[in-house]
């Protein structure tokens, strides 16, 4: 039995019960990745060739099923000297993304699960700790979740990220975001860019969807910008990095957002 598994089952008030495994390059392929399940659908065939390319660089992901094969439980970490984000944190072991879904899941320490599920396997590869970046907009989780175990707020960011780190090592230099924001902005110049990367597999389908809008509501041709590597990630105008919609060097949105959002932002931005 997987070790998150045991630790479910033993919570009280767990009734249902739940299958973990460790992603795998021979199960990534048969695995619901970050909730999807369509072999055809693009972001999906994106996510698997960047597991592919990345799992050798010390990718790891962990991922918590119900009986019927459904996600509902996902944490992806790995060295933090290959992390996709816009953050500095040598010698830690950095979470790209940890999320937990359906409502008779939420709420009930899956999520906690997870984390120190990633905090264990750092301390057995005796690294300096954990870093994770967190924000109060979607796509990346709360702060409020890892301060419950034992992390600390180090760094933030605008316009509201938050960097946190739990230490194994007193001594261990603090991880910090990049900085230059507005600099790494300015070197995208004119016109509408999109930003986007298969470290997260729903940004494919984003980005498609808001350069269509692009053209049907303000007539713009967008540049689009893949994210190809994590050295790209962490140049990125963001420290998300791996999804972001630029104007004329000014940032419109620095997250996944639907075609409605992004026309509402747009205009403003317009204004």
């Not at 996709?84 to 072991?93: D, K, L, N, S």
């Not at 993304?97 to 899941?105: I, L």
Request: proline share 6%; aromatic share 12%.
């Amino acid at each position: 039995m997987h070790p998150i598994e045991k630790a479910w089952n033993a919570m009280p008030g767990a009734k249902k019960g739940i299958y973990a495994f460790d992603l795998t390059p021979e199960n990534m392929c048969d695995l619901p990745c970050c909730g999807l399940k369509n072999p055809e659908h693009a972001g999906l065939q994106g996510k698997l060739k960047w597991l592919d390319a990345n799992l050798r660089r010390g990718v790891k992901i962990k991922v918590a099923l119900t009986e019927n094969n459904t996600q509902l439980g996902y944490v992806e970490y790995l060295p933090s000297e290959h992390a996709w984000r816009g953050v500095e944190a040598y010698g830690y072991t950095f979470i790209h993304c940890v999320w937990t879904h359906w409502k008779e899941y939420q709420n009930r320490g899956l999520g906690g699960l997870l984390i120190e599920a990633c905090v264990a396997e750092a301390r057995k590869e005796r690294n300096n700790g954990v870093a994770v970046a967190c924000r109060e907009r979607p796509w990346l989780a709360n702060s409020s979740l890892f301060l419950k175990h034992g992390f600390e707020i180090v760094d933030t960011a605008p316009p509201d990220y938050e960097l946190l780190v739990k230490k194994f090592r007193k001594s261990a230099p603090d991880p910090r975001f990049k900085g230059n924001w507005e600099k790494r902005l300015g070197k995208y110049g004119e016109g509408l860019t999109i930003i986007y990367s298969n470290q997260c597999p729903h940004s494919v389908k984003f980005g498609a969807d808001i350069a269509e809008a692009a053209r049907e509501d303000f007539g713009l041709e967008p540049r689009m910008v893949e994210i190809k590597t994590y050295r790209d990630a962490q140049r990125a105008p963001t420290p998300y990095a791996v999804f972001a919609v630029i104007y004329n060097g000014r940032l419109v949105v620095d997250y996944q957002v639907n075609k409605s959002k992004f026309v509402k932002l747009m205009r403003s931005a317009l204004e």
